[in-house]
């Protein structure tokens, strides 16, 4: 079983259009959650951390289902330059915590006008 | 938020040569530094952990005589990839945690671009 599992997409939405993204991830010890973007060809840029409480960035929210172990990204009304993958990440702090990020594959939108 | 530079953007090169791409903490110092892999179409696979002062971990399945880190400083790290192949080409991508203070932000470099022809 895959660490960190996304639905892949494409999710094509039009302009103003509410989507919503899905991550499980499968090691419990997981401490730490993050939702990252990539453009074509650049790196991965982080757009939030996801907290147990739930967060809210603008017109992104982040909830984390920890008995689940289920992570999830929402973007309302979205914007032509939401078009991106959508990374769930999710590291796994251990000692002296020099532990890596693990990526999902990442959920592809497309933003349409 | 920090930047993490990553140099050369892309190469291309010659089957058997040598390359090597920095990776450099421009505001911060990074004691630990992560070199990953990306595929067309694929997730980003880490390849190691570089760590100041001492020898990278690497990944299974990652050729650390292949893939050779250095970690001389506290805001620069670079990999070689030697005697480069086809199927080297890849999007190289770096990235750095902040020594102080210990957070799990990771700051990404712009990645390289290889292609072994």
């Given amino acids: ?113 | 938020g920090a930047v993490v530079s990553q140099h050369p953007s892309w190469v291309i090169c010659k089957s058997g040569t040598s390359v090597k791409i920095e990776c450099r903490s421009l505001d911060f110092q990074a004691t630990t530094m992560f070199w990953y892999r990306q595929f067309p179409k694929q997730s980003l696979m880490l390849m190691a952990t570089s760590n100041e002062g001492s020898k990278a971990t690497y990944e299974q399945g990652v050729e650390k005589d292949k893939f050779l880190i250095n970690h001389a400083s506290l805001t620069l790290s670079t990999l070689t990839v030697t005697s480069a192949h086809p199927e080297d080409s890849s999007f190289y991508i770096c990235s750095a945690r902040e020594t102080v203070p210990v957070t799990d932000t990771q700051y990404f470099g712009p990645g390289t671009r290889l292609t072994v022809l």
């Fill in chain 1, 1 to 113: 079983r895959k660490e960190v599992e996304q639905d892949p997409g494409p999710f094509n939405v039009p302009e103003g259009a509410t989507v919503a993204f899905n991550c499980t991830y499968s090691n419990s010890a997981s401490q730490s959650f993050f939702w990252y973007r990539q453009d074509c060809r650049k790196e991965p840029k982080l757009l939030m951390s996801v907290y147990s409480s739930g967060n809210e960035d603008g017109r992104f929210t982040a909830q984390l289902n920890r008995a689940s172990q289920y992570i999830s990204l929402l973007i309302r009304d979205s914007k032509l330059s939401d078009s991106a993958t959508y990374l769930c990440v999710v590291n796994i702090r251990e000692g002296s915590g020099n532990t890596p990020l693990v990526f999902g594959k990442g959920t592809r939108l497309s933003v349409i006008a």
